[in-house]
């Protein structure tokens, strides 16, 4: 019996359907940072004045860190404060020491731009959608208060030690180590059951913070949380279909591989104008009509069964403290 059983989990690893959902889905935590395909080209070179990989400031044990929040409107450097009016925001912390008077700043965000890590390239001599969805840390010296006071937030709510700040550094790296892939979308049903958590730039600073919390930051009068931005999905249960393998492989299923494919083929960048107003068409078609959506999370295929309002963005606030 016992050796049915060892068959049995060794099976269920290597075939998909195989799968024991717990919900929310824990995102996959890895041993150390993969190369991402070759295929992946950045607009915009990421962390440009960032220190090297691995690499945070020492404090003083006796130092006084102050903690800042940052906010600015997403892709504030080619529209402006526009998206702010829609409360899209970028979030990220800056860190300043009373002693020495240094500024720095701790961000997570794509690799490859947004865009690239919401949606796959289906390129016509790839078999399966190939995905540029590696996000990363960047912490870099300075804070550059015009950036964030201007069309978003730099307030100061916390201290730390310089031990505490010493040690917040080692859990930065380890988060950065073992938490590569950007997840664009929260996904829940519409009476809170909540089936998927992003990883995205908020959910990281709200990581930071849940961290700071445990080693015993001081928090100043007033200051216990922050709002964030939400793109919500809304499913009923979702349904596991297999990874890139069991999919999209010699063995695969190929009618559930086009009908991916399919779907996909209508979030590409850079279509001409007639085929962007089709693929625009498409995608309300399979989202609104069909009520269907696929989701890729932990480099694996879902099916959402789509419900209204199908599609929601908010501005939700959370507490700087992990909830018990």
């Given at each position: 019996m016992a050796v049915c059983v060892r068959v049995l989990v060794v099976l269920c690893v290597f075939l998909s359907p195989c799968v024991s959902t717990s919900w929310p889905v824990p995102y996959r935590r890895y041993q150390s940072r993969s190369l991402s395909n070759s295929y992946c080209k950045a607009q915009y070179a990421f962390c440009p004045t960032g220190f090297k990989a691995g690499y945070i400031p020492t404090m003083a044990d006796n130092d006084t860190i102050q903690v800042f929040v940052l906010k600015a409107p997403v892709w504030e450097f080619k529209f402006g404060d526009l998206l702010s009016n829609f409360k899209i925001m970028h979030d990220a912390i800056g860190f300043r020491s009373k002693s020495t008077g240094l500024n720095y700043t701790t961000e997570w965000y794509e690799l490859f731009q947004l865009f690239n890590c919401t949606f796959p390239h289906t390129v016509s001599d790839h078999p399966d959608p190939l995905w540029c969805n590696q996000g990363a840390a960047c912490l870099y010296p300075g804070i550059d208060d015009n950036h964030w006071r201007q069309n978003g937030t730099l307030e100061e709510?916390?201290?730390?030690?310089?031990?505490?700040?010493?040690?917040?550094?080692?859990?930065?790296?380890?988060?950065?180590?073992?938490?590569?892939?950007?997840?664009?979308?929260?996904?829940?049903?519409?009476?809170g059951s909540l089936w998927f958590h992003p990883f995205d730039c908020a959910s990281y600073v709200v990581r930071v913070f849940q961290e700071m919390s445990r080693l015993g930051a001081n928090y100043l009068p007033g200051k216990s949380g922050a709002n964030y931005t939400y793109i919500t999905l809304y499913s009923d249960a979702p349904r596991y279909l297999g990874n890139d393998t069991t999919i999209f492989g010699a063995q695969g299923n190929q009618t559930l591989a086009a009908e991916i494919m399919t779907f996909y083929s209508y979030f590409q960048a850079h279509q001409p104008t007639p085929k962007f107003v089709e693929s625009l068409l498409e995608i309300f078609d399979f989202l609104y009509l069909k009520d269907e959506f696929y989701l890729y999370y932990n480099a694996g295929y879902w099916h959402l069964p789509m419900k209204k309002p199908h599609v929601k963005l908010s501005y939700e606030y959370e507490p700087f403290k992990a909830p018990n």
């Open positions: 709510v916390a201290l730390l030690s310089g031990t505490q700040f010493n040690q917040l550094a080692k859990y930065i790296l380890q988060d950065n180590t073992t938490g590569l892939f950007y997840e664009t979308w929260r996904v829940s049903d519409t009476n």
